[in-house]
C-alpha cells in the first residue's frame, strides 16, 4: 500500500511525561527543535520479500477461503509488564507470525471481506518513529530506546503484504458492520474493540444469533489450528533446524556435566540457554533440568537442585528459532556416564516403549496409535516386574500403568510446543496421521521417591526419552536421530564428551 492509499494516521502529538525521579525533568524548545532535524534518510529500498512471504499468502488465502464475507483480525500481542517498567521478552502470538512472518510486538493482521468475494489483508504496524514527534527519543518504546523498527513500506515489501499505521486500526475495525473474528487473549486493546461491536449487534439478535457470535471467536481458533496440523516444506525445514540446534544444545550441556556437578541444575539450564539465544530466538518452554529424584516431576523447570554423581539427569528442552518453531526433545543420561543396573533397566523399557510408538506413526494410522503402543510396551513391563497385577489388558483397560507414566506419548508439534492443542478432535486426537505432520514420541516411567508401592531402589527414579517425529508419505523421519537414544549409545555419547 503506497503512502498515498494508506488511511490517514491519528496526529496525536507525543506528550512527555518526565518520570518522578527522572533526571531530565524537562525539553527545552531549542533541544525539542534540534532532535527533529539532522537525521539522514536510512530508508532500505528494494527490498526482496522473505522466504515465508509465499507461504503466508498461501496460509491467509485458506483462512479467506474459510470464512468467507467476514473480518478476521489476528493481534501480534503487546508487551507484558514484568516488574515496573520493565517487560517479558516479547514473543509473538503464533498465529500472527503464522499469518504474516513477522515476529515483532503491538502489531494485527486484518482480513477485510471484499466485495465479489476474497479478503484485502492489511497488517497494521508501528511503522519507523515519527522524527517530528520526540516519541522517538523521550518516549521509553521509541527507536532510540528500543531500536529501529521496519517502515510501513519496507515491511510491505519483505513481508508481500498491504501495511498501514497501527493508529488507524481502531478506526478500521469501527468502519463498518461486518461479522468480526479475533484471535482473542493476545490484545485486550483489540478484544475490548470487537467486544463493543458484537455487543452492538447483539442488542438486536435473537438468542441464536447470540449464541452463534459467542462462538465465532473459538471458531477462528479451531480453525487456524487445523490448519496448522500439517507443515509445509519450509516450516519442516525450520523445525530440523530447532531440533539440529537443540542436539548441539545437548551436546554442550554433557560438556559441562562436572560444572553442573559443582553447582546445580541451573548450570544446565544456562548452557542450554546459551545455545537458544545464539543460535536462535529463545527456549520454545521452560527448560526442565532434572536431576535424580526431579525428574519424577514431570515439569519440573525450578531447576535448583543439585546434580549428584551416580544419578541420573533428564534433560528436556527445545531450541525456537528466530521464525519462531521449536523443538522438544528428552534425553536421561547418567550424570556420571554410565548407568547402573537397575538405571538401565528402567531406561530400556522404556526405550522399548519409545521404539514401538515410533513404528507406529505412521500416515493413515489413528493418532492414537503412537500412544496405545508404547502404553502396552510399559504395561507388559511393570507386570512382568511384579509391579503390577496382570493381565496387560486389564492394566491397559483400566489404565492402571498410568500411576507410573502419568502423562501421554506425544502431541504436535510445531510453532507451539503442544502445537495445534485446540484443534477439532475429528482431525486431531480422533483423526488418522498425514505425511507433513510433526510429533513427539515420549514415553517415560516414573517412580516418586514417596510412593510405597514399588521397591526402594526404584524410588526416585524417572526416565523419559523424547523424540521429534515426521510423518511422511512412506512413513515416519525421525528429526532428532542426531543424538543417541538407547542406553549404549547414550552411555558412548557421553564417553566422547564427558571431560576426563
Ligand atoms: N516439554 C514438554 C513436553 O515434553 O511435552
Ligand atoms: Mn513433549
Ligand atoms: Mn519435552
Redesign the pocket.
Known amino acids: 500500500m503506497s503512502e498515498q492509499q494508506r488511511p490517514e494516521a491519528e496526529t496525536d502529538a507525543f506528550v512527555f511525561s518526565p518520570r518522578k525521579n527522572g533526571q531530565a525533568q524537562s525539553v527545552s524548545d531549542e533541544l525539542a527543535a534540534w532532535m527533529r532535524t539532522g537525521w539522514a534518510d536510512t530508508e532500505m529500498r528494494d527490498l526482496e520479500p522473505i522466504e515465508q512471504a509465499e507461504h503466508t499468502a498461501r496460509r491467509r488465502a485458506a483462512l479467506s477461503e474459510a470464512f468467507p464475507g467476514e473480518r478476521l483480525v489476528i493481534p501480534s500481542g503487546q508487551l507484558l509488564t514484568r516488574s515496573n517498567d520493565t517487560e517479558y521478552p516479547f514473543r509473538a502470538a503464533t498465529n500472527y507470525a503464522y499469518l504474516t512472518g513477522d515476529t515483532t510486538d503491538g502489531n494485527c493482521l486484518v482480513l477485510t471481506p471484499r466485495d465479489g468475494g476474497g479478503h484485502d489483508a492489511v497488517l497494521y504496524l508501528k511503522g519507523r518513529s515519527d522524527r517530528d514527534n520526540g516519541e522517538f527519543w523521550l518516549g521509553g518504546y521509541g527507536e532510540l530506546w528500543t531500536g529501529r523498527r521496519n517502515s510501513l513500506e519496507e515491511a510491505s515489501a519483505l513481508l508481500g503484504v498491504a501495511t498501514a499505521d497501527v493508529r488507524t486500526l481502531p478506526g478500521a475495525l469501527r468502519a463498518d458492520g461486518v461479522t468480526t473474528r479475533v484471535v482473542r487473549g493476545h490484545d485486550a486493546e483489540v478484544d475490548a474493540i470487537v467486544d463493543e461491536l458484537r455487543a452492538d449487534a447483539d442488542a438486536d439478535a435473537d438468542a441464536e444469533a447470540r449464541a452463534k457470535s459467542a462462538r465465532l471467536d473459538e471458531e477462528l481458533a479451531v480453525t487456524l489450528a487445523d490448519h496448522r496440523l500439517v507443515k509445509d516444506e519450509w516450516e519442516i525445514a525450520q523445525l530440523q533446524k530447532a531440533v539440529d540446534a537443540t542436539t548441539r544444545g545437548f551436546e554442550d550441556v554433557a560438556g559441562t556435566l562436572p560444572k553442573a556437578k559443582d553447582t546445580s541444575e541451573r548450570y544446565i539450564e544456562g548452557t542450554f540457554f546459551l545455545r537458544a539465544r545464539v543460535e536462535g530466538n529463545d527456549v520454545g518452554?521452560g527448560t526442565?533440568a532434572a536431576s535424580g529424584p526431579n525428574a519424577t516431576t514431570l515439569h519440573w523447570t525450578r531447576n535448583d537442585g543439585p546434580v549428584r554423581e551416580g544419578e541420573l539427569l533428564l534433560l528436556?528442552a527445545g531450541v525456537e528459532t528466530t521464525t519462531l518453531y521449536t523443538a522438544?526433545v528428552?534425553r536421561t543420561m547418567p550424570i556420571s556416564g554410565t548407568f547402573t543396573d537397575l538405571q538401565r533397566k528402567v531406561y530400556d523399557l522404556v526405550y522399548k516403549a519409545q521404539e514401538a510408538g515410533i513404528a507406529a506413526v505412521a500416515p493413515g494410522r489413528p493418532f492414537t496409535d503412537f500412544h496405545e503402543a508404547s502404553q502396552r510396551v510399559l504395561a507388559e513391563g511393570l507386570v512382568e516386574w511384579g509391579l503390577l497385577e496382570g493381565p496387560v489388558d486389564r492394566v491397559l483397560e483400566l489404565g492402571l500403568q498410568r500411576r507410573y507414566t502419568l502423562h501421554g506419548t506425544g502431541?504436535m508439534l510445531g510453532m507451539d510446543?503442544?502445537d495445534c492443542a485446540v484443534s477439532r478432535q475429528e482431525t486431531h486426537l480422533y483423526g488418522d496421521l498425514k505425511p507433513g505432520m510433526v510429533l513427539?514420541v515420549?514415553p517415560g516411567l516414573y517412580f516418586q521417591p514417596d510412593d510405597l508401592t514399588v521397591p526402594e531402589e526404584l524410588r526416585g527414579i524417572g526416565v523419559r526419552i523424547?523424540d521429534d517425529v515426521l510423518v511422511t508419505e512412506e512413513g515416519r523421519t525421525v528429526m532428532s536421530a542426531g543424538l543417541p537414544r538407547s542406553s549404549a549409545e547414550v552411555e558412548a555419547w557421553l564417553a566422547e564428551r564427558l571431560p576426563r
Open positions: 518452554y526442565i528436556d522438544d528428552t502431541h510446543v503442544h513427539t515420549e523424547e
